[in-house]
């Protein structure tokens, strides 16, 4: 049973242009699913419509394995990571880190650990007192990864999160999700326009383009990567 099910979704924004055109899609748990494509072709925007984020024009989607809340909505837990690490500058690491908890309302002596133990994963463990002005390119991208991974979301969405670092950096980065990504059950989608990084990281390549909006690709890699 599939985790997440597109069928006929269509975006058009109001100002008519057609982001998405008839999209049928159906990830499954645990797959890291790359989203492959061109700029203008709609992947943010199917990423965004997955998140919750937008109202769409025709088709629909659904979260068959999850429960929902009374007012129909799903209640699943999402992961979301920006290309521009959105980081409150005014707060520590710590606190960054911490957001998504806080909202949980959990309390910060609680969430200490858990925190720890994310910037520990994503190599940052000496630098929950540092502010985001304090760090590299690289290490405000893997606050970032910490931040969407707090929750241990069943479904991380990631919009080309690397973009805008340099190549030694993303390399390194990808590991590093590949190694956090090992023996988890998240589901990831993935949006690049990197046939490197999509060949890397996914175990499932979903390209669009060619005829704006739509899927044109579905490749799945039955030996992927090593991850652990
Ligand atoms: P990608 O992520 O593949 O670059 P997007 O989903 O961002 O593609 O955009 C798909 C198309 O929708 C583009 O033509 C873009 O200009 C348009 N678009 C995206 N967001 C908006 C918006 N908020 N309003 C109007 N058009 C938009
Ligand atoms: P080749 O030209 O021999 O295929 P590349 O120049 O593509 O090798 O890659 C060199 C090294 O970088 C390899 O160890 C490869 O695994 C690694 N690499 C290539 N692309 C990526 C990527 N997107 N993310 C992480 N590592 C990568």
Redesign the pocket.
Known sequence: KPIITLNGVTKT???G?T?LRDVDLAIGQSEFVSLL??????????LRLIAGLGEISAGRIDWPQTAHTARGEPEHDIGFVFQEPTLMPWATVFDNVYLPLKLKRMSRRQAAPIIRDALTKVGLENFGKAYPRELSGGMKMRVSIARGLITRPSVLLM?EPFAALDEITRFRLNDDLLAMWAGQHWTVIF?THSVYESVYLSDRIVV?GAR??RVTADIRIDEPYPRS
Request: hydrophobic content about 20%; overall charge neutral.
């Open positions: 924004y109001g100002n242009t982001a494509g061109p700029s203008g072709c709609g992947k943010s925007t199917l919009d949006v669009m704006p909006g």
